[in-house]
């Protein structure tokens, strides 16, 4: 029990093959509540497959990924009701608002109240009037709402694929804030960024994909 | 952070608010979805001018005329089913969201039949009686193409799954699907010739019904399983 409740996420043995490509070869680490992984490696090295793999959305060769204690594979609507998953697509609509972004997206998952989307979205520094649709926005402005909806799901774990792609560096401070005020509230992050990220020592778990 | 559980939203309601979703993108470019039922008005239109204009011959002709335009438009609308989602990562959302993804792409189906397949249903009066189907034929054509377009939508959908990542997947996803769309095909035809022929149209009838539902059962399924190959 002390175990569970101390490493939420454990991935152990992990191997993954891409065509003739060996991505992952037998990577093993534990993330506990209140601490974020930062994931780096140079390009190719398998950021975006590891967190792919972390979000079930690739199935591995073998290992394991656990969450709470219990294999991912077995209980996936549970982990995945836990899990806030943020990939290079936005997955915006262009000919959606940005409120209507969040409450079709965010919305099937939890009831969300005006209150609710007006504070993540001033979170965030959305800066456009309700009319404006989001093929309108530049990059920098859809990124910000795609973490409006990481906010508004509300959830544990935190699965960000370059979080900060597009952003200005007071997005990049933004952000900063966001994943910090996360993790301070006893969540976890796994984050693929060549950003420093502005956390304390005690809360930053740093892998290196080689 | 709340714990898990707390304000979550039935999947019915996720449902609603996706059918609703895709219908107010819809409605923001309308020129996407009335591709295939102007498609569907220009080849039975077409058919009447490149034969014989004899009403009897006509009348011959009409249930194939029908159903085959009926099922090419319906794969023409076929590849607008998923490629936006695929592409923009809604999908991947959708996929990763700890709601049922079967169930959710059975919405996606019901947003597609209603934009692509109930206009087919709709229009089918009007181009029935111009290819000389009596009047009293009208409820049996309509029937038999509301069945068949619901289950055409269904069956495509594990087809739009499976080429979800290809870049130019039309011509594959035509080749994969026809085989599956022809008993829909045969029946649906079927009962629409005997309907205009004012004979008895149940068994080709109940074929088809039961084709429907078994789509309704397992292509949600399917598709979600093949969506989630392709995102991989």
Redesign the interface.
């Known amino acids: 029990m002390m175990t569970s409740t101390m490493r939420l996420l454990e991935a152990d043995q992990l191997h993954l093959w891409r065509g003739e490509l060996q991505v992952l070869r037998g990577l093993s680490f534990s993330l506990d509540a209140g601490r974020c992984l930062q994931v780096t490696g140079r390009n190719g090295a398998g950021k975006t497959s590891l967190l792919r793999v972390l979000a079930r959305l690739l199935p591995l060769e073998s290992g394991i990924v656990s969450w709470r204690g219990s294999d991912t594979s077995k209980d996936t609507f549970a982990y995945h009701s836990e899990l806030a998953w943020l990939g290079h697509a936005t997955a915006l609509k262009g000919d959606l608002t940005a409120r209507e972004n969040l409450l079709y997206s965010a919305g099937l998952r939890r009831a969300i109240t005006p209150d609710a989307m007006n504070a993540a979205l001033a979170a965030v520094g959305y800066a456009h009037s309700d009319g404006h649709l989001v093929r309108q926005m530049s990059a920098g402005q859809q990124r910000r709402v795609a973490l409006a909806r990481v906010l508004l799901l509300d959830s544990v774990l935190w699965l960000l694929d370059e979080p900060t792609v597009n952003l200005d560096a007071g997005g990049q401070e933004m952000f900063g804030g966001m994943l910090q005020a996360h993790l301070e509230r006893g969540g976890l992050a796994v984050v693929a960024t060549h950003q420093t990220l502005p956390l304390p020592a005690s809360r930053l778990q740093a892998l290196e994909l080689a | 952070?709340?714990a898990?559980?707390a304000?979550?939203?039935s999947s019915w309601r996720?449902g609603l608010?996706?059918v609703?979703?895709d219908l107010?993108?819809a409605m923001?470019?309308p020129g996407e979805w009335l591709q295939p039922l102007i498609f569907f008005l220009v080849v039975t239109t077409l058919f009447p001018l490149a034969t014989d204009p004899q009403m009897s011959r006509l009348r011959d002709m009409a249930p194939a005329a029908l159903w085959v335009a009926a099922l090419l438009s319906s794969l023409l609308a076929l590849e607008l089913l998923f490629r936006e989602d695929g592409?923009?990562?809604?999908l991947?959302?959708?996929?990763?969201?700890?709601?049922?993804l079967a169930w959710?792409l059975l919405a996606k189906c019901c947003v597609h039949w209603l934009l692509t397949g109930l206009p087919l249903v709709l229009v089918a009066p009007l181009v029935a009686t111009a290819l000389g189907a009596p009047y009293a034929a009208i409820p049996g054509v309509l029937g038999a193409l509301l069945v068949g377009s619901v289950t055409l939508s269904l069956i495509g959908a594990v087809g739009a799954g499976l080429t979800l990542g290809l870049r130019r997947g039309g011509v594959l996803l035509a080749l994969l699907v026809l085989p599956l769309a022809v008993p829909v095909l045969i029946f649906g035809a079927r009962a629409t010739a005997l309907a205009i022929a004012l004979e008895p149209m149940a068994a080709p009838m109940y074929l088809l019904a039961a084709i429907a539902v078994l789509s309704a059962t397992l292509a949600p399924l399917a598709a979600a399983a093949a969506v989630r190959i392709s995102?991989?």
């Open positions: 952070m709340s898990p559980g304000s979550r939203v996720a608010l996706l609703q979703r107010r993108l923001r470019r592409q923009d990562g809604s991947e959302q959708l996929a990763v969201s700890g709601l049922p959710l995102l991989e």
